[in-house]
């Protein structure tokens, strides 16, 4: 039962210092992303997009992403991710959950994440609990999205078959798990 025990601690703190490894470097790009104009980060977008296209991954432009993302976060709503909320971003990316109590910023963690995932062009889905929240996060982290030339749609029930589809057709869609799985 030791070994067992601690083997899994052994594996979280591997994985503890994956993330903090890759917040730090996201972290080292502050300055460099603060020292940009407006249609330098903006442009960030499109240039990544054209990386991709090139063949690079995800996983190859998660840092600088993650550091465009937080920059444009801090310019637009005015609140700049966390070492901790970059290291949540990171475990998302991955396909992992991160959890956070009510009010540690899951909202704005899930920013850095679903910007860099936008950037593949296959459209992103973030699926809250309820209309009000899908609303609420479409409109308020949608400035950062639409600051970095991104579409944001809100699928909600009162929806035409016809907005449905342009809402799905958006680089990122907010929806509801009900909605979603009625939809499907």
């Given at each position: 039962?030791?070994?067992?025990?601690?083997?899994?601690?052994?594996?979280e703190?591997?994985?503890?210092?994956?993330?903090?490894?890759?917040?730090?470097q996201?972290?080292?790009?502050?300055?460099?992303?603060?020292?940009?104009?407006?249609?330098?980060?903006?442009?960030?977008?499109?240039?990544?997009?054209?990386?991709?296209?090139?063949?690079?991954?995800?996983?190859?432009?998660?840092?600088?992403?993650?550091?465009?993302?937080?920059?444009a976060s801090r310019?637009?709503?005015?609140?700049?991710?966390?070492?901790v909320?970059?290291?949540?971003?990171?475990?998302?990316?991955?396909g992992?959950?991160a959890?956070?109590?009510?009010?540690?910023?899951?909202?704005?963690t899930?920013?850095?994440?679903?910007?860099?995932?936008?950037?593949?062009?296959?459209?992103?889905?973030?699926?809250?609990?309820?209309?009000?929240?899908?609303?609420?996060?479409?409109?308020w982290?949608?400035?950062?999205?639409?600051f970095?030339?991104?579409?944001?749609?809100?699928?909600?029930?009162?929806?035409?078959?016809?907005?449905?589809?342009?809402?799905?057709?958006c680089?990122i869609?907010?929806?509801?798990?009900?909605e979603?799985?009625?939809?499907?």
């Amino acid at each position: 039962m030791a070994n067992f025990l601690e083997r899994l601690l052994n594996g979280e703190k591997k994985i503890l210092s994956k993330l903090e490894k890759t917040a730090d470097q996201v972290l080292a790009l502050a300055d460099e992303m603060q020292a940009l104009s407006d249609d330098q980060l903006r442009h960030k977008t499109e240039e990544f997009k054209e990386r991709y296209t090139n063949g690079e991954t995800l996983d190859d432009l998660k840092i600088e992403a993650f550091a465009v993302a937080r920059e444009a976060s801090r310019r637009v709503i005015g609140e700049y991710p966390y070492k901790v909320q970059i290291m949540g971003a990171a475990v998302m990316h991955d396909g992992d959950i991160a959890e956070m109590k009510t009010g540690e910023g899951k909202t704005l963690t899930s920013v850095m994440c679903v910007y860099l995932n936008a950037l593949a062009q296959k459209g992103v889905h973030v699926v809250t609990v309820n209309d009000y929240l899908a609303g609420r996060d479409a409109s308020w982290m949608g400035q950062i999205y639409a600051f970095l030339g991104l579409s944001v749609g809100v699928n909600s029930r009162e929806l035409t078959p016809a907005s449905k589809r342009a809402a799905y057709a958006c680089d990122i869609t907010y929806t509801t798990n009900s909605e979603l799985g009625f939809d499907y």
